[in-house]
């Protein structure tokens, strides 16, 4: 199994356990492209679906994503079959 697809099982899985930093690698893995970064927010963008995603890190929890965001990333995965190819 490769490291995007550990990283897209954990996401799926167990979105609490999920590292900020393995967030944003899994957008990436998934064809986001980094725009920006304002503060703590990183801002990514997807060239052909247009889609656009916000995360931070949770600070509460000793930098791990925020559920809520790596549910969203997961869903527009699904959605558009990012992780195929």
Same mark, same amino acid.
């Given at each position: @199994? $490769?490291?995007?697809?550990? !990283?897209?099982? =954990?996401? *799926?899985? $167990?979105?609490?356990?999920?590292?900020?930093?393995?967030?944003?690698?899994?957008?990436?893995?998934? &064809?986001?492209?980094?725009?920006?970064?304002? &503060?703590?927010? =990183?801002?990514?963008?997807?060239?052909?679906? *247009? *889609? @656009? @995603?916000?995360?931070?890190?949770?600070?509460?929890?000793? &930098? =791990?994503?925020? *559920?809520?965001?790596? =549910?969203?990333?997961?869903? !527009? !995965?699904?959605?558009?079959?990012?992780?195929?190819?």
């Amino acid at each position: @199994m $490769s490291k995007k697809d550990k !990283i897209y099982k =954990k996401a *799926k899985d $167990s979105p609490e356990n999920l590292t900020f930093n393995e967030l944003c690698s899994l957008a990436e893995h998934a &064809g986001f492209e980094f725009r920006n970064q304002s &503060g703590s927010h =990183k801002i990514y963008k997807h060239p052909v679906n *247009k *889609k @656009m @995603m916000n995360f931070q890190p949770d600070e509460k929890n000793n &930098g =791990k994503a925020k *559920k809520y965001q790596v =549910k969203q990333l997961v869903e !527009i !995965i699904e959605e558009y079959n990012l992780m195929e190819g």
